[in-house]
């Protein structure tokens, strides 16, 4: 990346006191024209309580060392007695001219203001709106025409406000005559889902000039999906609230989503890290999970929608010793995932790989800080944290329907950052920090890289999906030892005998290992394995297989089931029977679910069939007829059950997956 220029701090403040900012392309007015604007030109915002400062990034006022435009939060004050701070600051495009909503709240009071500040002229705006003290989130839409074809027509914006309590504004904000305001507000409230909307993104529906969709994430992790009608009756409506992909993540921290096509959206949510609940828990690692969402109308001409997880990916830091100021981002050293990181922007756009005759690839990007643990080489054996930026990026397969890493960067001295900007058929990549703005084509150099065009200023890992990276093979060493935990005793070989001669002649661990070799290799990939050495073996076989990596892992995790079970197996090999389920309490199954991002119904999945490989037939059955599994080999399923007398567990399971079958 290029550093291109350096800005002093904010008037009178240090740098550690912005709290956030970014860079937005704005279009920058001639003087000398009488209408057209002639130029787009690149806005850098920094922000802190007190303060906002909005740099003009084109050549001329580089060239000019043209003085940043600047809003205090005294000039926001309604009467001197009040003691604004600045909270949030939205930049917004209307009428072919950018400007910035300012949301400032003062907290001995419990009240609020909402501003516009038009960064050109230097006005500010005040909107008469409903303004909540309590306000989490705002989000903007791009700029939208009304009145077309009318001696009226104007432009306007869509405006969301994120409130706590599962409660969400929306209204259309516009600038007519030198005043601005926000009309027709909305108010959502989520039955269902009373958990603070903390982030909000705006989406508007192709082909449609009045319907948007809105996507509020809840600090509960789930995401809602919002219609909204700028004009009309029954304007606002909830059309899903979709769960979060694993239990495992924490609260979303950002939410953005692009039509891929008409009626396909891909939706990428930032979850941010979070404390442990108690001692015994371990902290919960930053991640963003893509969605793919298809829109579709009812009878009625209400929209429907139908998702799928396509991915969920850690953040990622590679962290090395040695650093050169010159090469502010680094790249090709060992990754590692990071569980006290905060997320400051996300995005979702297309790539155009230079020289290469290929339809566009998407790409999702996201730009952190995170307290970072290095080696202190002025004292032995210690160590000091900073704060340091981080940025991934990958790009969507949509032949194998996965995520590709396609840049994997970090600042490798203290280097907190506010923001980034996408721009252009090659997407490059400005990043705002608290010392300078830096670009970048890191993208666009790694999926050329995927073609065989070497760039070493990015990381490129082709085969990298849900996280786990191919150049980490495969092992369940970090969780047991597989030596001392070898459990496959005699005894337990012919409890399995017995159990597969009950099963139809083949368990379901059988029936997965099938889809990992061919019939010509099965004889080197049999269950269970004979020695500590057959063992690793087989989780190499598994490992080298073209199965995809979420598949590779939820096998691994059925032979960490039976080693982390070792304790429970009785003299004649059995798992002890009792009520309790021999997994429910197993910490080490659990932290091999949370940190391989395993999703609850392939959890539960992999549970059900390992107990039912385990004559622990009911137990199973609760497992896999929960609401969230769609159960492979069903028929097999039900008469193992009945064969072992489960009736009544039969007939729930056999209702709940008739009732996730697809029609």
């Given at each position: 990346?290029?550093?291109?220029?350096?800005?002093?701090?904010?008037?009178?403040?240090?740098y550690?006191?912005?709290?956030?900012?970014?860079?937005?392309?704005?279009i920058?007015?001639?003087?000398a024209?009488?209408?057209?604007?002639?130029?787009?030109?690149?806005?850098?915002?920094?922000?802190?309580?007190?303060?906002?400062?909005?740099?003009?990034?084109?050549?001329?006022?580089?060239?000019?060392?043209?003085?940043?435009?600047?809003?205090?939060?005294?000039?926001?004050?309604?009467?001197?007695d009040s003691?604004?701070?600045?909270?949030?600051?939205?930049?917004?495009?209307?009428?072919?001219?950018?400007a910035?909503?300012?949301?400032?709240?003062?907290?001995?009071?419990?009240?609020a203001t909402?501003?516009?500040?038009?960064?050109?002229?230097?006005?500010?705006?005040?909107?008469?709106?409903?303004?909540?003290?309590?306000?989490?989130?705002?989000?903007?839409?791009?700029?939208?025409?009304?009145?077309?074809?009318?001696?009226?027509?104007w432009?306007?914006?869509?405006?969301?406000?994120?409130?706590?309590?599962?409660?969400?504004?929306?209204?259309?904000?516009?600038i007519?005559?030198?005043?601005?305001?926000?009309?027709?507000?909305e108010?959502?409230?989520?039955?269902?889902?009373?958990s603070?909307?903390?982030?909000?993104?705006?989406?508007?529906?192709?082909?449609?000039?009045?319907c948007?969709?809105?996507?509020?994430?809840?600090?509960?992790g789930?995401?809602?999906?919002?219609?909204?009608l700028?004009?009309?009756?029954?304007r606002?409506?909830?059309?899903?609230v979709?769960?979060?992909?694993?239990p495992?993540?924490?609260?979303?921290?950002?939410?953005?989503?692009?039509?891929?096509?008409?009626?396909?959206?891909?939706l990428?949510?930032?979850?941010?890290?979070?404390?442990?609940?108690?001692?015994?828990?371990?902290?919960?690692?930053?991640?963003?999970?893509?969605h793919?969402?298809?829109?579709?109308?009812?009878?009625r001409?209400?929209?429907?929608?139908?998702h799928?997880?396509?991915?969920?990916?850690?953040?990622?830091?590679?962290?090395?010793?040695?650093?050169?100021?010159?090469?502010?981002?680094?790249?090709?050293?060992?990754?590692?995932?990071?569980?006290?990181?905060?997320?400051?922007?996300?995005?979702?756009?297309?790539?155009?790989?230079?020289?290469?005759?290929?339809?566009?690839?998407?790409?999702?990007?996201?730009?952190?800080?995170?307290?970072?643990e290095?080696?202190?080489?002025?004292?032995?054996?210690?160590?000091?944290?900073?704060?340091h930026?981080?940025?991934?990026?990958?790009?969507?397969?949509?032949?194998?329907?996965?995520l590709?890493?396609v840049s994997c960067?970090?600042?490798?001295?203290p280097c907190?950052?506010?923001?980034?900007?996408?721009?252009?058929?090659?997407a490059?990549?400005?990043?705002?920090?608290?010392?300078?703005?830096?670009?970048?084509?890191?993208i666009?150099?790694?999926?050329?890289?995927?073609?065989?065009?070497?760039?070493d200023?990015?990381?490129v890992?082709?085969?990298?999906?849900?996280?786990i990276?191919?150049?980490?093979?495969?092992?369940?060493?970090?969780?047991?030892?597989?030596?001392?935990?070898?459990?496959?005793s005699?005894?337990?070989c012919?409890?399995?005998?017995?159990?597969?001669?009950?099963?139809?002649?083949?368990?379901?661990?059988?029936?997965?290992?099938?889809?990992v070799?061919?019939?010509?290799?099965?004889?080197?990939?049999?269950?269970?394995?004979?020695?500590?050495?057959?063992?690793?073996?087989?989780?190499?076989?598994?490992?080298a297989?073209?199965?995809?990596?979420?598949?590779?892992?939820?096998?691994?995790?059925?032979?960490?089931?039976?080693?982390?079970?070792?304790?429970?197996?009785?003299?004649?090999?059995?798992y002890?029977?009792?009520?309790?389920?021999?997994?429910?309490?197993?910490?080490?199954?659990?932290?091999?679910?949370?940190?391989?991002?395993i999703?609850?119904?392939?959890?539960?999945?992999?549970?059900?069939?390992?107990?039912?490989?385990?004559?622990?037939?009911?137990?199973?059955?609760?497992?896999?007829?929960?609401p969230?599994?769609?159960?492979?080999w069903?028929?097999?399923?039900?008469?193992?059950?009945v064969?072992?007398?489960?009736?009544?567990?039969?007939?729930?399971?056999?209702?709940?997956?008739?009732?996730?079958?697809?029609?």
């Open positions: 990346m290029e550093l291109i220029s350096t800005f002093a701090a904010l008037p009178n403040h240090s550690v006191e912005a709290i956030a900012g970014g860079v937005v392309h704005s920058a007015a001639d003087p024209a009488s209408e057209v604007p002639t130029d787009q030109c690149p806005l850098m915002y920094r922000y802190s309580s007190r303060m906002l400062e909005i740099h003009n990034l084109s050549a001329a006022a580089l060239h000019l060392n043209e003085p940043p435009s600047t809003l205090s939060a005294d000039q926001l004050q309604p009467d001197a003691s604004l701070e600045i909270t949030i600051v939205e930049p917004v495009t209307i009428n072919q001219s950018t910035f909503l300012v949301f400032a709240r003062d907290a001995s009071a419990k009240s909402l501003s516009l500040f038009s960064p050109f002229d230097q006005l500010v705006y005040s909107l008469d709106a409903p303004v909540h003290y309590r306000t989490r989130c705002i989000s903007v839409s791009p700029s939208r025409a009304a009145g077309a074809g009318s001696t009226t027509e432009e306007y914006a869509v405006v969301c406000f994120g409130l706590p309590g599962g409660r969400a504004l929306i209204g259309n904000l516009s007519v005559a030198d005043r601005a305001q926000i009309s027709a507000v108010k959502l409230s989520l039955a269902s889902h009373k603070d909307v903390v982030c909000s993104c705006l989406c508007p529906l192709p082909g449609s000039d009045n948007l969709l809105a996507f509020l994430g809840l600090a509960s789930h995401v809602a999906v919002i219609e909204y700028s004009y009309g009756e029954n606002v409506r909830v059309v899903t979709i769960p979060p992909s694993s495992s993540l924490g609260s979303p921290a950002k939410v953005t989503a692009k039509f891929t096509h008409d009626r396909q959206v891909l990428a949510v930032a979850h941010s890290t979070s404390a442990p609940k108690d001692a015994s828990a371990s902290a919960k690692d930053a991640a963003v999970a893509v793919s969402l298809k829109i579709d109308s009812d009878s001409s209400l929209l429907t929608v139908n799928t997880t396509i991915g969920t990916m850690p953040l990622q830091f590679m962290l090395r010793d040695d650093f050169d100021f010159s090469h502010d981002f680094s790249a090709n050293f060992p990754r590692r995932t990071l569980s006290d990181a905060s997320f400051v922007d996300l995005a979702v756009f297309n790539v155009y790989a230079q020289g290469l005759n290929r339809p566009p690839t998407l790409v999702v990007a996201a730009l952190a800080n995170s307290n970072v290095k080696p202190d080489h002025t004292l032995p054996n210690s160590t000091s944290i900073s704060l930026a981080v940025f991934n990026a990958w790009a969507l397969d949509h032949h194998a329907n996965k590709v890493s960067q970090n600042s490798l001295i907190p950052v506010f923001g980034m900007q996408v721009s252009g058929a090659v490059q990549v400005a990043v705002v920090s608290s010392r300078q703005v830096i670009l970048g084509d890191a666009a150099d790694g999926l050329q890289s995927l073609f065989d065009t070497s760039d200023t990015v990381a890992v082709p085969n990298i999906s849900l996280g990276p191919t150049t980490q093979p495969l092992s369940i060493s970090d969780y047991v030892d597989t030596e001392s935990s070898f459990i496959y005699e005894a337990l012919s409890a399995l005998t017995e159990q597969r001669r009950c099963m139809d002649g083949e368990l379901f661990i059988d029936l997965l290992l099938q889809m070799a061919t019939p010509e290799d099965r004889s080197s990939c049999t269950y269970p394995p004979a020695t500590p050495t057959e063992l690793l073996e087989l989780i190499d076989l598994v490992g297989s073209d199965l995809d990596e979420l598949k590779q892992r939820c096998i691994a995790y059925y032979l960490l089931l039976d080693l982390s079970a070792a304790d429970l197996v009785s003299d004649t090999g059995i002890a029977a009792s009520a309790d389920d021999p997994t429910a309490l197993n910490t080490i199954a659990a932290r091999y679910v949370r940190e391989n991002f999703p609850r119904h392939f959890d539960y999945l992999i549970r059900g069939y390992w107990l039912m490989d385990h004559a622990q037939t009911s137990v199973s059955l609760s497992y896999l007829a929960d969230c599994v769609i159960a492979d069903a028929p097999k399923i039900l008469r193992t059950a064969a072992a007398g489960c009736y009544s567990e039969a007939s729930i399971f056999l209702n709940s997956a008739t009732a996730t079958m697809p029609p």
